[in-house]
């Protein structure tokens, strides 16, 4: 039990940091333009999409990180994917693992659900800079998700990601 909330804290602090944060001047992912003077981010082309009880979701804002192998802390490395605008339309996934595979879901936190089952098949991963940040990541992944305001479980929730910056 203390293994998800300690999850839960780490996925809310990451989603708070993000969704609190305002860049001046904006700064895009590469391959990204803005629209002038609205501040809009264009598409770049890397989606999350996922389905939850019948319901598609694309989120056209997304990133990830790789993080390198370390005997002490993480002995595969870890990976995390987010996407969205707002902590309300966030999405935050993360595994143990650095390389193409399937691996257990670690976290995965979608628009308030929050769930740590699951699998996620990576099918490409290419990371392109040292921060871990560049690159590109496409996979699958299924999961079941608990509302953390109702305690109630939706299941068989399927996505993917598709991501190049």
């Known amino acids: 039990m203390r ?4 999850k839960i804290f780490a996925s809310l602090i990451i989603i708070a940091s993000i969704s609190g944060c305002k ?6 992912p590469a391959g990204s333009t803005s629209t002038g003077t609205s501040g809009k981010l264009v598409d770049n082309g890397s989606t999350i999409t996922y389905t939850i009880s019948g ?5 056209k804002l997304a990133f990830f990180q ?5 005997p002490t802390t993480s002995p595969n490395g870890n ?6 605008t707002t902590q309300s339309g966030g999405f935050s996934l993360s595994f143990s693992n650095n390389k193409a595979g399937t ?9 308030g659900l929050l769930g740590d089952s699951g699998k996620v098949t990576v099918t490409e991963l ?11 990541i496409k996979g699958t992944f299924t999961t079941d998700l608990i509302d ?18």
């Open 79 to 84: 990976t995390q994917i987010l996407g969205g």
């Open 103 to 111: 691996y257990n879901i670690d976290l995965l936190y979608i628009n």
């Open 126 to 136: 290419n990371v392109t800079s040292a921060d871990g940040m560049h690159g590109t």
């Open 3 to 6: 293994k998800i909330y300690y």
């Open 55 to 59: 319901t598609t979701t694309t989120l």
């Open 66 to 70: 790789v993080i390198a192998a370390d």
């Open 23 to 28: 860049l001046d001047p904006p700064i895009y």
């Open 148 to 165: 953390l305001n109702t305690n109630a479980t939706t299941t068989g929730i399927t996505g993917s990601f598709n991501i190049t910056i």
